[in-house]
């Protein structure tokens, strides 16, 4: 389910109104994956992205989860721009996941919702000002509707007002039950200039920052427990080596250790194969508080078996690396005559990099909620890929994606730790075998020691310089752990160079590159 | 780790409020305030005492609750984020870091403002050194605005002292 709405021309914004005189508004997506005009369909829209009240106060939906990158901020203003809002009267709710599972083939309802590859914000800036745009539209028409000239032409709107050249003016909360009742429009509202921009290109505060300074705001690890039937804590002691188990348990000193309430082995990947759930074999603690879990995980006893990768170690790492380095290699990029760049050289500058395994450590570790019901299930934690998470949970219950609830909580950093839900499927693991709802923590050892970590690699560099001391010959040359090591099926053994080089290295005589893939 | 046999009740203060508390002596005042009283905005960042996200403050003076075992609590007086102000008056640092634009993700920043108002109290006219004295951690790069939030803040606080 990776299919981006297309907003076409014809963008719609559907309007209704709330108990109370509130007026909500939906932005309707038209979808498909025919380029023909006509043969795409709108999806009706089930969730909300603005309301506006009658005193004019207004809330704005935010569909990408906000991890410390700020688009529960930057999203809104691209709709609050356009829409002409007051911005001072805006407040910003987080959206929760939202996919048409009945649509072919399964639909974002508010376009995309990841928070991953720094998209978020490109993504956003054409349907969101669209959005906007045509709400605004609708508003202009309903004020025209009221002063009778049906003629919205010379109306304008600032500050959440649609304002007549005479001097009347109308809120848009006064507006809110006839905008409601309007049709919808036939034609997409033109943007604005970007030299007409009042609150895009300004600086603004974080929508939450009351809530952060007063402690209000909440993520996941804050999600509560109270009133939840049976609701537990959970925390895993998860295997140390890679593609290991568990030879042989005692958890009887766990078991007795105040307020624990249930052991359970969670069972670790496939070796070899991809990696879709969790990521290590463990034994589960479950508990009445988070003490108590730590308490009986502190007690467990343990043997471990040390899996097939025993024999790895940073050592065998790096010569691996070092032989590496001396063949040949893959070339994944040769422009120009390196060689000859580098004889006519004035200068010759080599380096060797060697990169470590580095740990993402947002600052709130890894955690989920999850509650399972037969027929449904809720999830609630920090997430950057939330929209992997309904499968996930089918796969791990048989639950259908379409009674999967997804909230995304505030994450306390997310630098693509949280790009995996791993932790969603260790809260599910152990929910569905101790028949509990689950908040699942990891420890900031337990993050430091399981990660998907970013690669380690040997690079060896070298740049011809002429007299100028102007670059005109590139070598780079690596060995690296491959990213794709999480899904083995995947190829392993290409790398790229990213479109993104910067061209102060062209157009020069290009390097060698070379690539091997070290499990 | 054995169980205190007969643990005794904590009579301490939260906020102003009076508690009670019977447990494990050595559990962490950090897990008593998120799970016993619902006071989340002081966070679990490593456990260890090294990040400093759950700063909060024994009788004044700034402490990591991770590592504050609850049977050294009786009669003592606990502030946490949620107690800096009162009721809809934020503390002088607290308006600081909004006017600062400080946060970020967020996750770190109580604790931080903890920390800034513990040295506050202690260096009203904070040294660049001072300000860097200050250990808490923070992965999203704040660091800039928190030492201009605490000059900021400083400067007020000093203003409404005369």
């Not at chain 1, 939906?26 to 994956?33: D, I, K, S, Y």
């Not at chain 1, 895009?200 to 209000?216: E, S």
């Not at chain 1, 730590?294 to 690396?321: I, M, N």
Request: aromatic content about 6%.
């Amino acid at each position: 389910m990776n299919v981006a709405p297309t907003v076409t021309r014809r963008g719609f914004v559907q309007a209704t109104l709330a108990a109370g005189g509130a007026l909500v508004l939906h932005p309707v997506h038209a979808q498909g994956a025919s380029t023909t005009p006509g043969a795409v369909r709108p999806t009706a829209q089930l969730g909300t992205m603005i309301v506006i009240h009658p005193d004019n106060r207004v809330e704005i939906g935010c569909r990408a989860p906000e991890i410390g990158q700020g688009v529960k901020t930057a999203l809104p203003m691209m709709v609050a721009e356009e829409l002409d809002l007051r911005w001072a009267d805006v407040t910003v709710k987080q959206l929760p996941l939202a996919v048409d599972f009945g649509a072919s083939p399964p639909a974002w309802r508010f376009g995309p919702q990841g928070a991953g590859g720094s998209t978020s914000v490109s993504d956003a800036w054409d349907d969101h000002r669209q959005f906007g745009a045509d709400a605004r539209a609708l508003l202009v028409a309903a004020a025209a509707q009221v002063w009778d000239s049906g003629d919205a032409a010379p109306l304008r709107t600032a500050q959440s007002w649609v304002l007549h050249p005479d001097g009347r003016r109308l809120s848009y909360g006064e507006l809110a039950r006839r905008a409601a009742a309007l049709p919808p429009l036939d034609k997409a509202a033109p943007l604005k200039d970007a030299r007409d921009f009042r609150l895009i290109g300004t600086p603004q505060r974080v929508t939450d920052a009351r809530d952060i300074v007063t402690g209000r705001a909440r993520y996941g690890l804050d999600t509560p427990l109270a009133g939840i039937e049976a609701a537990a804590v959970a925390v895993l002691l998860r295997c140390p080596y890679v593609d290991g188990g568990i030879v042989s348990l005692d958890d009887s000193a766990a078991r007795q250790v105040p307020g624990v309430y249930d052991v359970r082995v969670i069972a670790g990947p496939e070796p070899g194969a991809p990696l879709g759930a969790n990521l290590a074999s463990a034994v589960a603690v479950v508990a009445r508080d988070t003490w108590s879990a730590l308490r009986g995980r502190a007690a467990l006893k343990v043997r471990w078996s040390t899996g097939p990768h025993a024999g790895e170690s940073s050592a065998g790492f790096d010569e691996q690396c070092r032989r590496l380095l001396a063949e040949p290699g893959q070339v994944v990029l040769d422009q120009g005559d390196f060689a000859a760049a580098r004889a006519g050289a004035a200068r010759l500058v080599q380096a060797s990099y060697q990169v470590p395994f580095a740990a993402h450590a947002p600052m709130e570790p890894p955690n989920a909620f999850v509650q399972l019901w037969p027929d449904r299930a809720l999830v609630i934690a920090p997430l950057q890929q939330p929209g992997g998470v309904p499968r996930l949970v089918m796969n791990l219950t048989g639950i259908t994606r379409d009674k999967v609830e997804v909230r995304m909580t505030r994450a306390g950093g997310g630098f693509g730790r949280r790009l995996t839900n791993d932790a969603v499927a260790e809260a599910v693991l152990v929910a569905k075998a101790s028949g509990r709802p689950v908040k699942l923590m990891w420890t900031r050892d337990d993050d430091l020691q399981h990660d998907f970590y970013r690669p380690a690699g040997w690079h060896a560099m070298s740049a011809a310089l002429d007299a100028d001391r102007r670059v005109v010959g590139w070598h780079h040359k690596l060995a690296s752990a491959s990213n794709t090591t999480a899904g083995p099926t995947r190829r392993p053994k290409t790398c790229g160079v990213p479109s993104s080089t910067p061209t102060i290295f062209r157009p020069i005589a290009w390097p060698t590159c070379a690539s091997s893939g070290v499990p | 780790m054995a169980q205190t046999p007969t643990p005794k009740t904590i009579r301490f203060k939260v906020n102003g409020e009076a508690q009670r508390w019977q447990g494990d002596g050595e559990q962490p005042l950090l897990w008593v305030l998120r799970e016993s009283l619902g006071l989340t905005g002081s966070k679990y960042g490593c456990g260890v005492g090294q990040c400093g996200a759950c700063t909060v403050h024994v009788d004044g003076r700034a402490v990591r609750s991770c590592l504050r075992p609850m049977a050294t609590l009786q009669g003592a007086a606990v502030t946490t984020i949620e107690g800096l102000g009162s009721g809809e008056q934020l503390h002088p640092v607290q308006q600081a870091w909004i006017d600062e634009d400080v946060a970020q993700c967020g996750y770190c920043q109580a604790g931080q403002i903890m920390a800034a108002v513990d040295l506050l109290r202690r260096k009203p006219r904070p040294s660049q050194a001072d300000i860097h004295s200050i250990g808490n951690l923070c992965r999203c790069g704040t660091q800039v605005r928190i030492r201009k939030a605490i000059v900021l803040a400083a400067s007020r606080i000093a203003g409404a002292a005369k």
